[in-house]
């Protein structure tokens, strides 16, 4: 097993497999030739065997990033020109989503930006965001940004994809007062999952397979949450958009249709502090 696989984190390379396939298909939910950049063997093998214990995750995952690709350009329609991406990993928005006067940030540990880096130099991609080398749940990452230029009284789109669940519940509380308490007007939007998936509530349906095959990769599930309202009510924000992905993908009008009562445990969310709702939301919902 290389390496690079194992300091970046397995997930990261699965969630770009997956980015890459769905680029190829005949009629794509999005387009991600980017991270082509990242492809190796042991990532088609890791998302196969994800796959295989749980033919829906490829599926919703694919609808996340549309989702998310549709957010952020209705929030640059919307005027907005800084974006945080927070624990981007293997994220290529800044490159595929880049307009004038826009400004990214990716956090993310030091040695999964120097990988990143360096991938795309080697595939003729320019770096387009500027690379904040922190594990922001044990430093200021805020300080950080401030140093690189951040902009804390400019309107600011965070995303926060595929980080929630892996994360001690307090340090996801801690790092959204950190950005209520510094931002001073900003939305972050994130996906989530159900409590009762990840603790495994007795007689649950959901398959075991799913939650091994995750901590197989070095990822266990350790945070999840059945009613959203109240982490809001604990980090002082406001809901501004909280909906099922299956909901997305079937509002959507996409070819493949999802049975809301069979994926009902992976969701996304939108907190804003009060002066920074902007009220645009990907495929109108909110």
Excluded: C
Excluded at 197 to 223: M, Q, V
């Amino acid at each position: 097993m290389s390496t690079a696989y194992e300091m970046v984190g397995r997930t990261a390379f699965v969630i770009a497999n997956w980015r890459a396939e769905e680029t190829e298909a005949a009629s794509p939910l999005f387009s991600d030739h980017v991270a082509n950049a990242f492809l190796n063997a042991e990532a088609t093998e890791a998302s196969n065997a994800i796959a295989a214990a749980s033919p829906s995750t490829r599926y919703l995952v694919r609808y996340r990033t549309r989702y998310f690709d549709q957010t952020f350009l209705d929030k640059i329609a919307a005027g907005v020109r800084q974006f945080l991406i927070l624990g981007s990993g293997l994220d290529t928005r800044p490159i595929r989503l880049a307009a004038d006067g826009v400004r990214y940030f990716e956090v993310e540990q030091g040695h999964v930006l120097e990988f990143k880096r360096k991938q795309l130099e080697l595939h003729g991609y320019a770096q387009a965001a500027t690379f904040v080398p922190a594990e922001y749940t044990s430093v200021d990452f805020l300080a950080l940004l401030e140093a690189q230029g951040f902009d804390f009284d400019a309107q600011t789109f965070i995303l926060w994809e595929g980080n929630v669940f892996y994360l001690e519940y307090q340090s996801a509380v801690n790092t959204l007062i950190a950005l209520r308490d510094r931002l001073r007007r900003f939305e972050i939007t994130f996906d989530y999952l159900s409590k009762k998936l990840i603790t495994k509530a007795t007689g649950y349906r959901k398959s075991e397979a799913l939650l091994d095959g995750f901590r197989s990769l070095g990822a266990p599930w350790n945070t999840g949450f059945d009613d959203i309202t109240e982490l809001t009510r604990t980090v002082g924000l406001d809901v501004a958009g909280n909906f099922l992905i299956a909901d997305y993908a079937n509002d959507a009008g996409l070819e493949m249709k999802v049975d809301r009562t069979l994926f009902d445990d992976y969701s996304i969310a939108t907190f804003a502090n009060a002066a920074g709702r902007l009220d645009t939301v990907a495929g109108g919902r909110s």
